[in-house]
């Protein structure tokens, strides 16, 4: 894939009216799953595949590049098929279903491959093979927007419209986790039916492997008759509504029944509890691949002695701990922290340790969690990356670092920054297909200290 809409690019908008059609070749894909055709000026045009020949009719200009739309598709891609979503092209949650998965992940691996080579100057010694399962029904985790529309006399409840900001009239989702993808519509008459409808704008969904909940974002107190409603709803779905008012500390279940949210890693015998609106993998049948990998990359015995940076609940802390001799993980989020001991000790896991620290700025070198040696380091930041802690981790001098990234241009810079100084070589990377049919793609590498 390739970039486009940035930077200096990024201006207004002109309409190009009665355009003549044009045919020409798609190069590649954006960012966004859009084409590239070179004809003259790029243009950029949504629904089409690499390879394919197509007629295209431009609408748009801007400074860099011009927006087409498709009008004919001359000569199709062998890796086109049929979206099973009928709401495709429309819905913004998913831009490649007309794209083979298999080819989904070549393209994603050579986005992965290009960024290591162009932003890092790093390239891996080895390619692994990618981590990839489910592509229905994988997402256990969505923000999803809800509006009362008034012309249609009635709420909508799913993602935004491609490049627009609406929200999409659909009635189910292939790629949310059961039940909620079916559950769409139901969702959408019950808001109808609330007296609230229009001061509800979105619903956060957590599916577990034990309940599933539903956060309700409402901008005013609920009226009992609505409660009501929510109430026969959870029954009649199997499902556990919590209100939000306010934050995300006011978030609180409708009813005072029990709800376990909670996943299972089974290669290593554990479970950890999560609430609604707390940051876990959305796909579960891949993180559980993806925690294996890592722990397998790391090749820890009973001396190894692991640092694991961003630790979020214990996701990888935990699994860790029963490979290896002791494991400290930080993270930023005091809240995320107490959970983690509260999930370790529910597994009877006492060789991990938590600790809470601001790791998007270089850390106090005297830090507790600083202290003594360690043979290993698990780095899995958030988009922005690890940037504060690389001459940290450098300065530690594990024997290997196992990086976990879901943006490949922060893990080629730090993995350039890493490597960079001739400390450490990049011995294998890979995609991880976390999200199915988005051109979104998780990634792992790990590196070796050169002795």
Not at 286 to 302: G, K
Request: aromatic share 6%; glycine share 8%; hydrophobic share 45%.
């Amino acid at each position: 894939m390739v970039s486009g809409g940035i930077g200096s690019d990024r201006v207004s908008r002109f309409k190009i009216e009665n355009a003549a059609p044009e045919e020409g070749t798609v190069a590649a894909l954006t960012h966004d799953a859009e084409g590239v055709v070179k004809a003259g000026k790029a243009c950029f045009v949504p629904g089409v595949l690499p390879g394919e020949r197509i007629r295209f009719r431009r609408v748009r200009k801007r400074r860099q590049h011009d927006e087409g739309i498709l009008e004919e598709i001359i000569e199709a891609s062998p890796e086109r098929v049929t979206p099973r979503c009928s709401h495709f092209g429309v819905c913004g949650g998913c831009a490649l279903q007309h794209l083979d998965a298999a080819a989904q992940l070549s393209i994603k691996q050579r986005e992965l491959r290009d960024s290591l080579f162009r932003l890092g100057s790093v390239s891996p010694h080895e390619w692994l093979a990618p981590l990839d399962g489910p592509i229905w029904a994988y997402r256990r985790r969505a923000r999803l927007s809800a509006r009362y529309v008034r012309k249609k006399g009635r709420s909508l409840v799913g993602f935004r419209e491609r490049n627009k900001p609406y929200v999409a009239d659909v009635r189910r989702c292939e790629v949310l986790a059961a039940p909620v993808g079916e559950l769409i519509e139901p969702l959408a008459e019950l808001l109808t039916s609330l007296e609230a409808r229009e001061l509800i704008p979105q619903l956060e969904v957590a599916v577990s492997e034990r309940d599933t909940g539903i956060v309700i974002r409402h901008l005013e107190p609920l009226p009992g008759t609505d409660l009501a409603r929510l109430r026969a709803f959870e029954l009649r779905h199997g499902i556990h509504f919590f209100l939000q008012p306010g934050g995300p500390d006011s978030i609180h279940p409708l009813c005072a029944a029990p709800v376990t949210l909670q996943y299972e890693l089974p290669d290593f015998a554990v479970a950890l509890d999560f609430l609604p609106s707390d940051f876990v993998q959305i796909n579960g049948a891949i993180n559980r691949r993806l925690t294996s990998r890592a722990v397998e990359l790391l090749q820890l015995d009973a001396n190894s002695r692991v640092l694991d940076l961003f630790c979020g609940l214990g996701n990888f802390t935990l699994p860790i701990a029963r490979r290896a001799g002791a494991v400290v993980g930080v993270e930023g989020d005091a809240a995320l922290i107490e959970r983690a001991r509260a999930n370790a000790r529910s597994n009877a896991i006492q060789n991990a340790h938590f600790c809470v620290a601001d790791l998007a700025v270089p850390p106090d070198p005297r830090a507790a969690w600083l202290t003594g040696l360690y043979t290993h380091v698990l780095l899995d930041p958030p988009r922005v990356g690890a940037a504060a802690m690389i001459d940290t981790v450098v300065s530690l001098a594990p024997r290997r670092i196992v990086y976990v990234s879901c943006h490949a241009g922060s893990l080629a810079r730090d993995l350039g920054a890493l490597c960079g100084a001739g400390k450490y070589r990049l011995l294998a990377a890979g995609v991880v297909d976390m999200f199915p049919h988005t051109t979104h793609a998780e990634s792992i590498a790990v590196l070796e200290r050169q002795i």
